[in-house]
């Protein structure tokens, strides 16, 4: 019965994690969910019976991800769907980072995903069954933000390695699929969830512009909800055939379309100059 899946869900302790953790309880899954306070997270989501795990887990050590995964075998029995939801935004251009804060992101927005995934394969191996949803961003799809480029190579890399990850497991019945989320009214814009750059450089005037829009304009005006991005989830993952891409947001669907439309155009300006680096025949 499908109220009997279990769920894993990572960075549930707030935004769009909390909000599907809570959904999937009410509807009678069986969840773990990781955050860097489990005692926090339980309170947070207020549910105390058998069939929610709150696990204070560090992602990126593969070592406590692996011990974290053989618990919630041991306690819930199995795990059907995953989502690789732990993240946060860096904001800065790329000069303006440093070696210390770009790598930091990627520890946590890429790296904790990897060890996840490594660990709940042989789970899915076993049984020839399963699900990842690993949550890029539509800045893992369009990068021209100012000010984002670091936050987005981190999305674009999952991405990558969600579109090898679900041809690498087709035939054992493991599906991945990549969540491109527009903006979702959470605390993700607020501090905590978004690191700034902590040595600025004035002349990047596009990227302080749009620092301002984020904060004047954006923050508590974002389109999507996350009730719905919830009911979302779990709708695709009760499919028997789900997608590879998945854009949830009418802006992150916009998005979309305009960089297709962007690609297209670049592709037919400058066809001879791509076809012209051939062996002639």
Do not use: C
């Amino acid at each position: 019965m499908k109220t009997q899946k279990v769920w894993l869900v990572t960075g549930a302790s707030k935004g769009l994690g909390l909000t599907l953790v809570k959904r999937l309880l009410a509807e009678g899954y069986k969840v773990a969910a990781t955050s860097r306070d489990a005692e926090a997270l339980r309170n947070e989501v207020g549910h105390s019976g058998d069939d929610f795990l709150p696990m204070q887990v560090n992602l990126i050590s593969n070592e406590d991800v692996h011990k974290a995964v053989e618990q919630i075998v041991a306690k819930l029995g199995t795990i059907d769907v995953v989502v690789n939801n732990a993240g946060y935004g860096q904001l800065g251009t790329i000069e303006e980072l440093t070696d210390d804060e770009a790598r930091k992101n990627f520890d946590v927005n890429v790296f904790g995903s990897l060890n996840v995934i490594r660990n709940v394969m042989p789970v899915f191996r076993a049984k020839k069954a399963g699900a990842f949803f690993n949550i890029s961003s539509i800045a893992g799809f369009m990068g021209t933000f100012p000010g984002w480029g670091i936050y987005n190579a981190t999305k674009f890399a999952v991405a990558g390695f969600t579109e090898a990850l679900s041809a690498e497991a087709k035939s054992m019945g493991v599906s991945a699929t990549i969540v491109y989320p527009g903006y979702f009214k959470t605390n993700f814009l607020l501090q905590g969830s978004l690191r700034t750059a902590a040595s600025p450089i004035a002349d990047y005037t596009e990227a302080r512009n749009l620092e301002v829009i984020h904060n004047e304009q954006i923050i508590g005006n974002q389109p999507g909800d996350p009730e719905k991005a919830a009911a979302a989830f779990i709708e695709v993952a009760e499919m028997e055939e789900r997608p590879l891409h998945l854009f949830l947001g009418s802006d992150s669907f916009g998005m979309a379309h305009s960089k297709i439309e962007a690609l297209q155009a670049d592709l037919g300006k400058f066809q001879r100059i791509s076809k012209s680096t051939d062996f002639s025949a």
